[in-house]
């Protein structure tokens, strides 16, 4: 089994900045990439920012781009989601998900693995 542990959500003011942690851990895989999707209340769960294991490429939903950055930890298979400007339509539950497949980066369905999700609520 793969675990993945999302931490670091929480509530925070428009405009201001949270970090989001997801680590890896229980069996090894092979790790081609992971992402950021988020859900908010009454909404599909939808992709927010991708990054490629090897090569370190990153994607972002339009939405994102330019506010949110996704980088890899120093520790096996750990990924950070920095979001800043946070706005309150950024409020939503927010999923780490890994994959050991190709596939399409955006898609939910390339993805294994996905942990349990991080609630980030931005009031206004």
């Known amino acids: 089994q793969v675990q993945l542990v999302e931490s670091g959500g929480g509530l925070v003011q428009a405009g201001g900045s949270l970090r989001l942690s997801c680590a890896a851990s229980?069996?090894?895989?092979?790790?081609?990439?992971m992402a950021w999707f988020r859900q908010a209340p009454g909404k599909e769960r939808e992709f927010v920012v991708a990054i490629n294991w090897s090569s370190g490429s990153t994607y972002y939903a339009d939405s994102v781009k330019g506010r949110f950055t996704i980088s890899r930890g120093n520790a096996k298979n750990t990924v950070y989601l920095h979001m800043n400007n946070l706005k309150p339509e950024d409020t939503a539950v927010y999923y780490c998900?890994?994959?050991?497949?190709?596939?399409?980066?955006?898609?939910?369905?390339?993805?294994?693995?996905w942990g349990q999700g991080a609630q980030v609520t931005v009031s206004s």
């Open positions: 229980g069996r090894t895989f092979s790790n081609y990439g």
């Open positions: 998900a890994a994959r050991d497949v190709i596939g399409p980066v955006r898609a939910r369905k390339t993805y294994n693995y």
